[in-house]
């Protein structure tokens, strides 16, 4: 893929971050529960890479903060930190890696999310109580309320790229259903 | 017709709306550190006081700076409960299994609320007085040394401008989706998450494919005409000078730090 097709696909993926958050915004929350942020940012870290994955949860993040409102300035750290952590492991794993395709996909989804979810926390659990035990309830917290998005990118990421690759949109990386078709 | 959204932004003439959008963000992230390490009383008061100023000068109606926080009582209560019940300093008032709630714990609670509240107000005032594109263009400004270091900074700034003009496209053509996919009865508001994740799928596989289209037709189009990612002059942007104003903003700033950090 050439740069400046990477280039625009962050791009793209960017406003998709701002657009997708403002388009569920009307139902009651949906930031929490769709991770609509974060769907951007993992197509993004699919498909350009670890590199293009972390300026796209950084720009997406802050401009939907800017924006949208949304994450509100109190949940903006945990969030940015959330998603560029998400963005460079799930990226590496899917460039280094090599299993079958799709296990490869899942093996960074689930490490991205978790390990992303887990840092998210320590970043809520340092802002609002970085000394008392009440920080691990903060660490906690947020982990446990990231768990239904988690449920929904496991769903969602793998159809979308599929999708993406089926249209011709991305580079094949054998997801696609038309190559497994001619495959056979 | 579509009314597209334009950000939290609300256009002034003070002297807070006039700084150089970079300084604003430096002078920020000074703020910001300088609050977050406000752990006397002495230091709570300077905070209080340069934030009030901020305010002040920024000529903002106050209902707009304060409502961020209105949307963050739910949590700020969570804050003040937990830090109060699960602190380990001073004597508890009582004990009930793993709570113990104690005056100590209530003050230290009052104190991480305060800073919380203070960075969130100062943060609304630089989104308030900057519009997201001179945001844009601060950021990037403050990223250009790091070309020195091979940090691909033009790409940067041109992914970033392109992102910004494909937001109003983006939502208007997702929005259309969107209302397409409820008249056929896509349940968004369903409990179960499994069905949430399918209604979810037809939207997002329509939003996003016609995206990447977009961006597909956009980089052959540049690429036919020759245009790489490598060009360093890419935003001959006018830098500007700094005034008299931003270099006032950033010795209030960096005081501020100074102070908060290394005296109080």
């Not at chain 1, 009651?28 to 796209?56: D, N, W």
């Not at chain 2, 609320?113 to 107000?121: A, N, S």
Request: hydrophobic content about 55%; aromatic content about 8%; proline content about 5%.
């Amino acid at each position: 893929m050439s740069k400046v097709k990477k280039a625009m696909i962050t791009a793209v993926c960017i406003a998709l971050c701002v657009s997708f958050m403002l388009l569920l915004r009307v139902f009651p929350g949906a930031g929490a529960i769709y991770s609509p942020l974060l769907t951007g940012v993992i197509v993004c870290a699919a498909t350009c890479g670890a590199g293009c994955g972390a300026l796209c949860a950084a720009a997406g993040v802050l401009l939907s903060a800017v924006i949208n409102g949304a994450p509100s300035a109190a949940m903006l750290p945990a969030v940015l930190a959330e998603s560029v952590v998400c963005a460079l492991i799930s990226g590496l794993i899917i460039a280094r890696v090599r299993l079958s395709p799709y296990n490869t996909l899942y093996t960074a989804l689930l490490s991205g999310l978790l390990i992303g979810c887990a840092v998210g926390g320590i970043v809520q659990g340092l802002l609002f109580a970085p000394k008392a035990p009440a920080f691990w309830v903060w660490a906690g917290g947020y982990f446990v309320s990231s768990l239904p998005g988690m449920i929904i990118m496991l769903v969602l990421v793998p159809g979308l790229l599929r999708a993406l690759a089926d249209a011709g949109l991305v580079p094949r990386r054998e997801l696609s259903t038309k190559e497994q078709i001619n495959g056979d | 017709m579509t009314r597209l959204p334009t950000g939290m932004y609300q256009p002034g003439y003070s002297e807070i709306h006039g700084v150089n959008p970079a300084v604003k963000i430096v002078c920020f992230v000074l703020l910001a550190l300088g609050v977050a390490a406000a752990n006397s009383l002495p230091g709570a008061v300077a905070a209080v006081t340069v934030t009030v100023a901020v305010i002040y000068l920024s000529q903002l109606e106050i209902a707009v700076v304060f409502a961020p926080i209105l949307r963050f009582w739910g949590l700020g209560a969570l804050v003040l409960l937990v830090n109060t019940c699960f602190s380990p300093y001073g004597k508890a008032f009582f004990e009930w299994w793993i709570f113990a709630p104690s005056l100590s714990g209530l003050l230290y609670a009052l104190g991480v609320l305060l800073r919380v509240v203070l960075v969130i107000l100062l943060g609304a005032v630089l989104v308030l007085t900057t519009s997201p594109i001179n945001l844009t263009y601060g950021m990037e400004r403050l990223l250009s040394p790091l070309g020195r270091v091979g940090v691909p900074v033009s790409d940067i700034a041109l992914t970033l401008s392109a992102a910004i003009q494909f937001i109003p496209a983006l939502y208007a053509e997702g929005e259309t989706l969107r209302k397409a996919q409820t008249a056929r009865g896509a349940r968004f508001t369903t409990r179960n998450y499994l069905e949430k994740a399918r209604s979810l799928m037809p939207l997002a596989v329509s939003v996003f494919v016609g995206a990447f289209r977009r961006a597909d037709e956009l980089s052959r189009s540049m690429e036919a005409r020759g245009w790489a990612c490598d060009c360093a002059d890419f935003t001959p942007r006018a830098k500007g000078e700094l005034t008299l104003a931003d270099c006032s903003a950033l010795l209030v700033s960096a005081a501020l730090f100074a102070l908060e950090v290394i005296i109080l």
